[in-house]
């Protein structure tokens, strides 16, 4: 008889993909709230769909920024994160950073950006109470692949729910975002030449093509208002604010 704990035939049904990202909703065991699924080469991680992936509250807290939240509140705003919330803050960003991925690769774009605003959130909190500048920038480097992340996802909630045009105008607001982040750390010459921004530039212009769109009024306004054609902006702004 073959042991319930062996899930060798749950992976010989479900193969492995070094290439891309699979994953995939499950239903839960009597009648309980779906699971969510993500193959890795050696077996599968299976996380919860609402609070921590693991399904732990920290402290009886529904995550462990919640947690923290409320030792701010206790400890003020001099306090600093230990070594052991160090470790539990790096516990959480990468169970998040998992559930965030496989959301993605099934196209549950709400989900998307909700773990990816607990992240941003989880990350200016770090960088609040961080033990030290080197700490704080082993975390901020990939502050802009969490936005990466959530631009697409609210581009293509837009698409589905609204307009190519408001896409469009998610990912111009995405692009904006992760320019001042390299404007912020002095950055900015590296800006054009970043792969995220290539990529999040190439669905903008991929959508262009695909649904026949020019420039949205907020690009037209830009212009406008680089252009110095004031009037241009004027009229433009009028168009918004009907719109």
């Not at 408001?166 to 900015?188: M, V, W």
Request: proline content about 2%.
């Amino acid at each position: 008889m073959t042991d319930s704990r062996n899930i060798s035939d749950i992976l010989e049904n479900w193969d492995y993909d070094s290439q891309s990202i699979r994953a995939r909703l499950v239903s839960g065991q009597n009648g309980n709230t779906d699971v969510l699924q993500m193959r890795i080469e050696m077996g599968i991680i299976q996380m919860e769909i609402e609070g921590r992936p693991d399904g732990y509250r920290p402290e009886g807290f529904a995550t462990y920024l919640d947690y923290l939240l409320q030792e701010e509140i206790a400890h003020g705003d001099d306090w600093t994160l230990s070594d052991e919330h160090c470790i539990e803050v790096d516990r959480e960003f990468m169970q998040f950073y998992q559930r965030r991925i496989s959301w993605l690769s099934i196209k549950e774009y709400d989900n998307v950006m909700r773990d990816a605003d607990h992240t941003l959130a989880l990350m200016d909190f770090c960088k609040r109470h961080s033990p030290d500048d080197g700490w704080t920038i082993v975390h901020e480097q990939y502050r802009p692949f969490v936005l990466f992340h959530r631009t697409q996802a609210a581009a293509y909630h837009q698409l589905n729910e609204t307009t190519p045009q408001a896409a469009i105008e998610c990912i111009n607001d995405g692009l904006g975002a992760i320019r001042n982040l390299f404007t912020e750390h002095n950055l900015e010459e590296h800006f054009e030449e970043d792969e995220l921004v290539t990529q999040l530039r190439d669905i903008r212009e991929s959508l262009r093509t695909e649904y026949s769109v020019g420039k949205t009024l907020h690009e037209q306004l830009a212009e406008a208002i680089a252009s110095e054609q004031y009037e241009r902006a004027a009229e433009i702004r009028d168009q918004l604010s009907k719109s």
